[in-house]
């Protein structure tokens, strides 16, 4: 079964401060892989997606991640955070070849952005 | 251009009341995807609908969820005989169903309490 681990779950940055979020999954098969972004009180919104390609893919708002297929993670980066970015974000996969694209969502890591 | 809406955001029950939530997709989208958010969890996927037709519903409780997407009008969450730990954010997804990745486009939740 596919499953999605991002290991961290808060983190507590200061502006200007980079970022890298951890995020792996495990399925044998093709994937497509996202990180969605959800801002207090809004829905959620798409950073970034990765279908095939450069594994190295940018997103709105500086941000950017990187598919490493032999090490199934999808890590997502922001060099200089600032305090807007403050948020819950979610890596998500789906299996195109499996029948179905519901989505695997990670459990989410909390990012507050200290001023 | 309007994206996905759920109505209503914000529903407060009874246990042993009926809870029904509606969710619209962003016109031309003909696959919705429901997903339930538990307090400090991730979203889990409950079911995958195209118009008329359950797809995947690998998700859902075997009892008292059920789901429809009818040929016309939104689609439509119940839950009978809601119980306390049916208290949840449920998300709504819609995606075009034209491209292999099917990205799919959030709706902003239902807040479902139960008391």
């Known amino acids: 079964a596919q499953s999605v681990s991002q290991h961290n779950h808060h983190v507590i940055l200061s502006e200007a401060a980079s970022l890298e979020l951890g995020c792996n999954y495990s399925?044998?098969?093709?994937?497509?892989l996202f990180w969605y972004v959800q801002y207090p009180g809004q829905h959620l919104q798409l950073l970034l997606k990765y279908f095939s390609g450069d594994p190295l893919v940018k997103g709105i708002k500086g941000f950017e991640a990187e598919f490493i297929k032999s090490k199934f993670s999808f890590n997502l980066r922001k060099p200089s955070v600032q305090w807007s970015d403050t948020a819950e974000y979610f890596c998500a996969v789906n299996a195109p070849d499996s029948g179905t694209y519901k989505y695997i969502f990670g459990t989410g890591t909390r990012l507050k952005v200290l001023a | 251009n309007a994206g996905v809406m759920q109505n209503p955001r914000h529903l407060v029950r009874r246990r042993g009341q009926e809870a029904r939530l509606r969710c619209s997709p962003m016109k031309g989208h003909s696959h919705v995807y429901w997903y339930r958010q538990l307090p400090e969890e991730g979203l889990k996927f409950m079911v995958y609908?195209?118009?008329?037709?359950?797809?995947?519903e690998s998700g859902m409780p075997k009892e008292r969820f059920s789901a429809e997407f009818p040929k016309e009008g939104p689609s439509i969450l119940r839950i009978q005989q809601v119980v306390r730990g049916d208290s949840a954010a449920y998300f709504c997804?819609?995606?075009?169903?034209?491209?292999?990745?099917?990205?799919?486009?959030f709706g902003p939740g239902t807040r479902l309490t139960v008391l």
């Open positions: 609908l195209q118009k008329e037709n359950i797809i995947d």
């Open positions: 997804a819609s995606s075009p169903g034209t491209s292999g990745a099917h990205e799919q486009f």
């Open positions: 399925y044998g098969g093709t994937v497509n």
